[in-house]
């Protein structure tokens, strides 16, 4: 029975190290991710994001669904080059995981600069899904609506 005990024991320890090790892995690249989008790194945006990445914008509208991950590197290539420039940092980040797949909350605060030096500041809320393969945790769905 001791030996019974001592190994629930253990077992319930394990699962919440792993659990807060997933959380911290998954913070670790919501936090890339919003890195690249900053630095107007393209390839360290995509790569955090998988193929079948979709997303309801800021704006409204349709799910977005269309994009390959090629197009989405384009796009943001050709938003860098002609001079858009983000400044984004998130708030009360929330994670929530459930084995391979992670729920995040929180707020995106920040600004955008367009070309003719305007500049875009908003607070939007934000939820994104990530889910874990290959070891790696990459965004498959994000939700983002003004605040």
Same mark, same amino acid.
């Given at each position: 029975?001791?030996?019974?005990?001592?190994?629930?024991?253990?077992?319930?320890?394990?699962?919440?190290?792993?659990?807060?090790?997933?959380?911290?892995?998954?913070?670790?690249?919501?936090?890339?991710? %919003?890195? *690249?989008?900053? #630095?107007?790194?393209?390839?360290?945006?995509?790569?955090? =994001?998988?193929? @079948?990445?979709?997303?309801? /914008?800021?704006?409204?509208?349709?799910?977005?669904?269309?994009?390959?991950?090629?197009?989405?590197?384009?796009? %943001?290539? *050709?938003?860098? #080059?002609?001079?858009?420039?983000?400044?984004?940092?998130? =708030?009360?980040? @929330?994670?929530?995981?459930? /084995?391979?797949?992670?729920?995040?909350?929180?707020?995106?605060?920040?600004?955008?600069?367009?070309?003719?030096?305007?500049?875009?500041?908003?607070?939007?809320?934000?939820?994104?899904?990530?889910?874990?393969?290959?070891?790696?945790?990459?965004?498959?769905?994000?939700?983002?609506?003004?605040?």
């Amino acid at each position: 029975m001791k030996a019974l005990t001592t190994l629930l024991v253990v077992g319930m320890f394990a699962t919440t190290v792993a659990i807060a090790d997933d959380v911290d892995d998954v913070k670790a690249a919501v936090q890339g991710l %919003f890195a *690249a989008v900053n #630095a107007g790194d393209a390839d360290g945006r995509v790569s955090r =994001r998988m193929a @079948e990445y979709s997303n309801f /914008g800021r704006g409204g509208g349709l799910l977005n669904t269309s994009n390959s991950p090629e197009e989405r590197r384009k796009a %943001f290539q *050709a938003s860098v #080059a002609a001079g858009f420039k983000r400044n984004y940092q998130l =708030r009360n980040l @929330e994670v929530k995981v459930y /084995g391979n797949t992670a729920v995040v909350t929180g707020y995106l605060v920040g600004s955008m600069t367009v070309p003719n030096g305007d500049v875009n500041r908003w607070t939007d809320r934000r939820t994104g899904v990530w889910v874990k393969q290959g070891g790696t945790w990459k965004e498959v769905h994000m939700h983002q609506s003004p605040n």
